[in-house]
């Protein structure tokens, strides 16, 4: 017997993004139903950014031991129990999962159906035996690993974010395909934890920050024993011996092998809509996902579409921020366009990269004349005094000084970056910023030195010594 129900909203998909509407509209006294196929969370709970970073946490750990000889503090080799490692990992998971549980969901009022979900029709969602027929529809389902079509690759064991924090057993030699933020920070993970690492990337390592700054971050990896081989074609893969792998690549140096113990596939992301029967919805779709207006609108008036599943950047901040827009429009009627301009993103390797708004490319293709200040983290005393001055700021502005976009290389740039971003999206200027307080020593002063630089030509214009000498004048 089919169960017919009708709420107001339903959300398939609960992920960061999904979740985040549920609950919202939940707790408006919404009727909501949250249809999700596999773990509450999605991706970045329990594949994705918590288990990541907590793994890099425990790998930093690991450098801070090595390298705490600096500060006159001995210590012994540290000594990695990987299987403690990943016990860490997944203890941390556990310890957020609560919020993102279908109990917590339902005390909320939310209907959670566990199951998978597929269109009927253009308003109508099935799953299983039940009918779900909402007033308005929001697709949050995500991405999954995109497997490359690598000759022999299918007949390789072969691991991806899904898969890596299963392991218990500390890789001899990791091989990962894909120079990306997942691939790096994976691979500076597991060399800190012990084991080599090898990259390779079929085009740029890091290829969507600004190339400054990402050869900054490249370097460090190179010189903590990553090899990183960019603009190199993985051509086929096989078995080697009893469990290892074997890479036939090709690059500027013509064709060589790379052999491993462990293959780790980080060669992008494909969005989850194979299973939605998108076509009997009239929604439009292709390999980057569904289509959506600057509403995030599909052509479905009644469906929309958030996060990686409607393409564009895939962050988990992103979805949340997709999240918020749609909740304005389906809650208030109030009108909300996408900004990818405000929207800002981290890797977070040692040093981390962080970025929002133009870069010097993009700013100079818009704007023409641009400046770009920059701000050593070596003239910054936090930073000497923790010996972490790997790294800088590059702020860019226009003629007039607006802030157009922020790149930072070094320590706690995933952290700074959160400044920058309202400085950004708030069309603040250099003069804005450098009017504020900073508290002393702390990093984020390099940010501040960087906006008062814009103006270091001042006191060698004419007119500005001309005016102060005037006004010495009276007294």
């Known amino acids: 017997m089919t169960t017919l129900l009708k709420p107001d909203i339903c959300v398939i998909g609960a992920g960061s993004g999904g979740l985040s509407v549920a ?20 991706d970045c709970l329990n594949y994705g950014c918590v288990p990541s970073k907590a793994m890099l946490a425990a790998a930093r750990h690991a450098s801070a031991i090595a390298d705490s000889g600096a500060f006159g503090v001995s210590a012994a080799e540290p ?29 909320l009022g939310v209907r959670v159906i566990e199951g998978e979900a597929r269109f009927a029709d253009r308003r109508t969602v099935e799953v299983g035996d039940i009918e779900v027929r909402a007033r308005r529809f929001v697709l949050a389902t995500g991405s999954s690993p995109m497997v490359p079509p690598i000759e022999g690759l299918s007949d390789v064991p072969f691991l991806t974010n899904e ?84 890479l036939h690549v090709e690059g500027a140096g013509g064709a060589a092998t790379i052999d491993g113990t462990h293959l780790l596939v980080a060669a992008g992301r494909t969005p989850n809509i194979a299973a939605l029967d998108l076509g009997k919805a009239g929604i439009a779709h292709d390999a980057g996902g569904v289509r959506v207006d600057a509403k995030l609108r599909t052509g479905n008036r009644r469906v929309y579409a958030i996060g990686d599943v409607a393409g564009g950047l895939q962050f988990t901040h992103v979805a949340n921020y997709h999240a918020g827009l749609v909740l304005r429009a389906l809650l208030f009627r109030l009108p909300a366009r996408e900004n990818r301009a405000i929207v800002p993103w981290a890797t977070y390797t040692d040093p981390e990269l962080a970025h929002v708004g133009l870069d010097e490319a993009a700013a100079r293709r818009k704007h023409g004349t641009i400046r770009v200040l920059r701000w ?50 708030q069309k603040l200027t250099v003069r804005d910023v450098a009017g504020y307080v900073a508290p002393y020593p702390t990093m984020a002063e390099a940010g501040k030195r960087a906006a008062i630089s814009y103006f270091s030509d001042a006191p060698r214009r004419p007119v500005v010594r001309a005016a102060v000498r005037f006004l010495r004048l009276f007294g």
């Open 163 to 246: 898969t890596v924090f299963e392991q218990q057993r500390r890789p001899g030699h990791l091989v990962v395909i894909g120079g990306g933020p997942i691939g790096l920070e994976l691979a500076q993970a597991h060399r800190r934890l012990g084991a080599a690492v090898t990259v390779v990337e079929a085009a740029r390592a890091l290829g969507r920050d600004d190339p400054e700054l990402a050869a900054h971050v490249l370097d460090r990896l190179r010189a903590e024993g990553i090899a990183i081989h960019e603009q190199t074609a993985v051509r086929r893969v096989e078995k080697r011996g009893r469990s290892g792998v074997r």
């Open 376 to 425: 050593p983290f070596a003239e910054n005393d936090r930073a000497q005094a923790e010996r972490r001055t790997d790294g800088f700021l590059k702020m860019v502005t226009d003629r007039r000084g607006r802030i157009l976009g922020v790149s930072i290389v070094g320590a706690q740039a995933g952290e700074a970056i959160n400044m920058w971003a309202l400085a950004v999206a």
């Open 79 to 107: 000594q990695v129990d990987f299987r403690k490692v990943m016990r860490h990992v997944h203890a941390v998971i556990a310890a957020i999962a609560p919020n993102d549980s279908v109990e917590r969901f339902t005390a």
């Open 23 to 42: 609950a919202a509209a939940a707790a408006f006294g919404v009727s909501v139903v949250l249809i999700e196929r596999g773990r509450m969370g999605g």
